[in-house]
């Protein structure tokens, strides 16, 4: 079955770019999306189609995806970037990354 | 306003059964494909399966595939997870969401509903 995967947790200072990738197999052929989910609440969409945000999503959040990578790139983090961030494909079924703790320090 | 409202948190014991529900409104029921996930405690989002609301099509992960059952009723435009043996192990956050591409390869999530606490203990 496809996988991807996440590094568990990043952290980072406010202001500075935080980048987190998902890698898989091919993943550069397949469509990544990402979502945001902060503690207690449901997931939300940030990133869906490798590059395309949402309305309502701040610019500072912006995707990537080529080769067996995707990445997402948050420029300026705000405190309020705090988060679980997880990435997502389709290979089949709709897989999710193991997601990655983002801690704003 | 796209609305997915999920019916509240359950307690039960192994062995029983549980049907939990998922309303959409806001927008055309039957022509958005609604999927569940499930979130573990203290773990990541896994995808479970997804419906078609317009005639039933229901696909599963290979992982869930025969645990659960995902059905609809179009009247009251809402979906059902359903399972007819709870074990401890189903103990976990379920979150209906709505996909809106039927391009299956751009499958994404784009609303979600605000999850169902089910807790399984004897």
């Known amino acids: 079955s496809y996988e991807l995967t996440q590094p568990p947790s990043m952290s980072v200072f406010p202001g500075q770019t935080a980048t987190i990738t998902c890698s898989g197999d091919?993943?550069?052929?397949?469509?990544a999306s990402w979502y945001q989910q902060k503690a207690g609440q449901s997931p939300v969409l940030i990133i869906y189609?490798?590059?395309k945000r949402p309305s309502g999503i701040p610019e500072r959040f912006s995707g990537s995806n080529s080769g067996n990578t995707a990445t997402l790139t948050i420029s300026g983090t705000q405190a309020m970037d705090e988060a679980d961030y997880y990435c997502?494909?389709?290979?089949?079924?709709?897989?999710f990354g193991g997601g990655t703790k983002l801690t704003v320090l | 306003e796209v609305q997915l409202v999920q019916s509240g948190a359950e307690v039960k014991k192994p062995g029983e059964s549980l049907k939990i529900s998922c309303k959409g409104s806001?927008?055309?029921?039957?022509?958005?494909?609604i999927g569940w996930v499930r979130q573990m405690p203290g773990k990541g989002l896994e995808w479970m399966g997804i419906i078609w609301p317009g005639d039933s099509d229901a696909r599963y992960s290979p992982s869930f595939q025969g645990q659960v059952t995902i059905s609809v009723d179009k009247s009251i435009s809402t979906i059902y997870l359903q399972w007819s043996s709870l074990k401890a192990s189903d103990t976990a956050m379920y979150y209906c969401?709505?996909?809106?591409?039927?391009?299956?390869?751009?499958?994404?999530?784009?609303?979600w509903g605000q999850g169902t606490l089910v807790t399984v203990s004897s």
């Open positions: 189609e490798d590059i």
């Open positions: 969401a709505r996909q809106p591409t039927t391009v299956t390869k751009l499958a994404y999530f784009d609303y």
């Open positions: 091919k993943l550069g052929d397949k469509y």
């Open positions: 806001g927008y055309s029921f039957t022509n958005y494909w």
């Open positions: 997502q494909a389709w290979d089949r079924i709709t897989v």
